[in-house]
């Protein structure tokens, strides 16, 4: 942890722009998306943080400003110190971006890729940023906020097929749910996912809807 | 005077070495036990999938041991596991591939319904894109219970009109 913490001290006063950010466990760092890479080509070269191990995204929610954060996990292999580093992305709703990461870390290609495919955030300057799990031509971003849980109603990736089988992407019947698990229960019974309101399913209608 | 008949089985010397049968009858028994899979393991019911091949449930003794992962050489997609809607054109193109007559088996929930995953992402039954034979319930089924879907499998190959599709000019 302390090699966490000189981290921080170093980079905090080589980049006067990085602030602390709030953390419950490794220590973490704020950071403008214009210093990014510069931020974190330090912590790699000076501070070992050799070990790019995830990079992933927040969705603020829509009139969020800014709306989407894009948080990097960074591990040293040499003193098992970790620390997080988050930075805004720019630009507006539709085209959030920020820079990429892969000249640095080539495992963050797919990372990247991922969080892409799920919030539809650009990175700048990636080698290929394609979808990775949904399929190419998915018109939307599922981790969204504003995107449902069942899904919207789209065309299957293959279209001889959709013209053959007539199936489509639908949303998903949800039966009550979505199901979810009370924490902290002692009574594995009480404890199982339910869904929250199971007042009504696919027969009868939501009340109020 | 009356003998009693004791032979029981068939006796080539009396019966001239001729089989009276119907078409129908040797056609499905030959294919109700040479059911080749065609093991489309998207999930983990391909873990239960293949514990039905080992010698403790051993699926051999149902005939239906020849897993063929060519889809030309099978008879019966068994679709074990999530079927996703980016798969779910590939499931439908190896099912056109099999040669006729061809069964599927929906094995587990989430073939049969999209079980737990009511989801963006996942094909609610994969009945919605391929004609489903037998629905196994399960999450994952046990073993048994597969060869449970084989049995009834084999009981509808059995009752099958299988002559009159091969004699007749098909559409």
Same mark, same amino acid.
């Given at each position: 942890?302390?090699?966490?913490?000189?981290?921080?001290?170093?980079?905090?006063?080589?980049?006067?722009?990085?602030?602390?950010?709030?953390?419950?466990?490794?220590?973490?760092?704020?950071?403008? =998306?214009?210093?990014?890479?510069?931020?974190?080509? !330090?912590?790699?070269?000076?501070?070992?943080?050799?070990?790019?191990?995830?990079?992933?995204?927040?969705?603020?929610?829509?009139?969020?400003?800014?709306?989407?954060?894009?948080?990097?996990?960074?591990?040293?292999?040499?003193?098992?110190? &970790?620390?997080?580093?988050?930075? $805004?992305?720019? @630009?507006?709703?539709?085209?959030?971006?920020?820079?990429?990461?892969?000249?640095?870390?080539?495992?963050?290609?797919?990372?990247?890729?991922?969080?892409?495919?799920?919030?539809?955030?650009?990175?700048? /300057?990636?080698?290929?940023? +394609?979808?990775?799990?949904?399929?190419?031509?998915?018109?939307?971003?599922?981790?969204?906020?504003?995107?449902?849980?069942?899904?919207?109603? =789209?065309?299957?990736?293959?279209?001889?097929?959709?013209?053959?089988?007539?199936?489509?992407?639908?949303?998903?019947?949800?039966?009550?749910?979505?199901?979810?698990?009370?924490?902290?229960?002692?009574?594995?019974?009480?404890?199982?996912?339910?869904?929250?309101?199971?007042?009504? !399913?696919?027969?009868?209608?939501? $009340? /109020?809807? | 005077?009356?003998?009693?008949?004791?032979?029981?089985?068939?006796? @080539?010397?009396?019966?001239?070495?001729?089989?009276? !049968? +119907?078409?129908?009858?040797?056609?499905?028994?030959?294919?109700?036990?040479?059911?080749?899979?065609?093991?489309?393991?998207?999930?983990?019911?391909?873990?239960?999938?293949?514990?039905?091949?080992?010698? +403790?449930?051993?699926?051999?003794?149902? /005939?239906?041991?020849?897993?063929?992962?060519?889809?030309?050489? &099978?008879?019966?997609?068994?679709?074990? @596991?999530?079927? =996703?809607?980016?798969?779910?054109?590939?499931?439908?193109?190896?099912?056109?591939?099999?040669?006729?007559?061809?069964?599927?088996?929906?094995?587990?929930?989430? &073939?049969?319904?999209?079980?737990?995953?009511?989801?963006?992402?996942?094909?609610?039954?994969?009945?919605?894109?391929? $004609?489903?034979?037998?629905?196994?319930?399960?999450? $994952?089924? +046990?073993?048994? &219970?597969?060869?449970?879907?084989?049995?009834?499998?084999?009981?509808?190959?059995?009752?099958?009109? !299988?002559?009159?599709?091969?004699?007749?000019?098909?559409?």
């Amino acid at each position: 942890m302390s090699a966490s913490v000189d981290a921080i001290t170093y980079i905090k006063s080589t980049f006067p722009s990085v602030t602390d950010r709030l953390s419950s466990d490794w220590p973490a760092v704020n950071v403008p =998306t214009g210093e990014l890479i510069s931020v974190l080509k !330090s912590l790699r070269d000076e501070q070992a943080f050799d070990l790019l191990s995830d990079v992933t995204a927040i969705d603020w929610a829509e009139g969020a400003s800014p709306r989407f954060t894009v948080v990097y996990h960074l591990y040293s292999t040499t003193s098992h110190a &970790a620390i997080r580093v988050a930075t $805004p992305c720019t @630009g507006d709703d539709a085209a959030p971006t920020v820079p990429s990461v892969v000249p640095l870390w080539p495992g963050a290609n797919w990372h990247e890729r991922e969080a892409y495919d799920m919030f539809g955030i650009t990175f700048e /300057g990636h080698p290929d940023l +394609r979808r990775i799990l949904m399929w190419d031509g998915y018109p939307y971003h599922p981790l969204r906020k504003e995107f449902p849980l069942a899904g919207i109603e =789209t065309v299957l990736p293959d279209s001889a097929v959709a013209e053959e089988t007539k199936a489509k992407v639908i949303a998903a019947p949800m039966m009550g749910g979505p199901f979810v698990a009370s924490a902290g229960e002692m009574n594995l019974t009480d404890a199982e996912p339910r869904a929250k309101d199971e007042s009504w !399913s696919e027969r009868s209608a939501k $009340p /109020g809807a | 005077m009356v003998t009693s008949n004791s032979e029981l089985a068939y006796n @080539g010397k009396i019966e001239g070495e001729v089989i009276v !049968s +119907r078409a129908d009858a040797v056609i499905n028994w030959i294919r109700t036990n040479s059911v080749w899979p065609m093991p489309m393991g998207l999930a983990c019911c391909a873990i239960e999938l293949m514990a039905v091949g080992n010698g +403790r449930f051993d699926i051999a003794r149902f /005939g239906a041991e020849v897993m063929r992962f060519s889809p030309r050489q &099978a008879d019966c997609m068994i679709v074990a @596991g999530t079927v =996703t809607y980016k798969m779910a054109p590939v499931v439908r193109r190896i099912y056109d591939q099999m040669t006729s007559p061809k069964w599927v088996i929906a094995m587990g929930a989430c &073939a049969s319904s999209g079980g737990m995953y009511r989801s963006y992402a996942t094909l609610q039954g994969v009945d919605r894109i391929i $004609p489903v034979d037998v629905y196994v319930s399960g999450c $994952p089924p +046990r073993p048994e &219970a597969l060869l449970d879907a084989l049995i009834k499998l084999q009981a509808k190959i059995k009752a099958e009109r !299988s002559a009159s599709e091969l004699f007749t000019a098909s559409t």
